[in-house]
C-alpha cells in the first residue's frame, strides 16, 4: 500500500512563503513522477506542477511559473513545493499525488495520470 502524507501548509499573508511536503511510504513504492495540485473552494482541481524522480525534470502550470519550485529527495521519498510570493488566489488545498507510469521526458499533469495521492494540506493567503 503507498501512502502519500502532505504536510506544511497554513496561514500566510499575501508575499509570504510556504514550504509542502509529502512523504511517500510503502514497501513497493516506486513512481516515475510526482505532482502537486489544488482545488480552491467551488473550483476544480488543478496541476500546479509535477517533476521527474528519476531526472528532476519539472513542469509549472503558468500561473506559478517563477514564485513556486518543486524539488525532490530520492532518499527521503519527499516531494517539495516551494511557494514564494503568495498571492490570496493561491488559497486552495494542496495535494500531491503519483504516476507509477514512465513517459519519455514528460512530466505528467493531468489527473487520471496519477495513481495514488495524498489527503491534502490547506494553504490560506490573507491579503
Known amino acids: 500500500q503507498v501512502q502519500l502524507v502532505e504536510s506544511g501548509g497554513g496561514l500566510v499573508q499575501a508575499g509570504g512563503s510556504l514550504r509542502l511536503s509529502c512523504a511517500a511510504s510503502?514497501?513497493?513504492?516506486?513512481?516515475?513522477?510526482m505532482g502537486w495540485f489544488r482545488q480552491a473552494p467551488g473550483k476544480e482541481r488543478e496541476v500546479v506542477g509535477a517533476?521527474?524522480?528519476?531526472?528532476?525534470?519539472?513542469y509549472y502550470t503558468d500561473s506559478v511559473k517563477g514564485r513556486f519550485t518543486i524539488s525532490r529527495d530520492f532518499a527521503k521519498k519527499t516531494v517539495y513545493l516551494q511557494m514564494n510570493s503568495l498571492k490570496p488566489e493561491d488559497t486552495a488545498v494542496y495535494y500531491c499525488?503519483?504516476?507509477?507510469?514512465?513517459?519519455?521526458?514528460?512530466?505528467?499533469?493531468?489527473?487520471?495520470?496519477?495513481?495514488?495521492w495524498g489527503q491534502g494540506t490547506q494553504v490560506t493567503v490573507s491579503s
Open positions: 499525488a503519483a504516476d507509477r507510469t514512465s513517459y519519455i521526458d514528460y512530466a505528467p499533469r493531468a489527473l487520471h495520470e496519477y495513481d495514488y
Open positions: 517533476i521527474i524522480w528519476s531526472s528532476a525534470s519539472t
Open positions: 510503502g514497501r513497493t513504492f516506486s513512481a516515475y513522477a
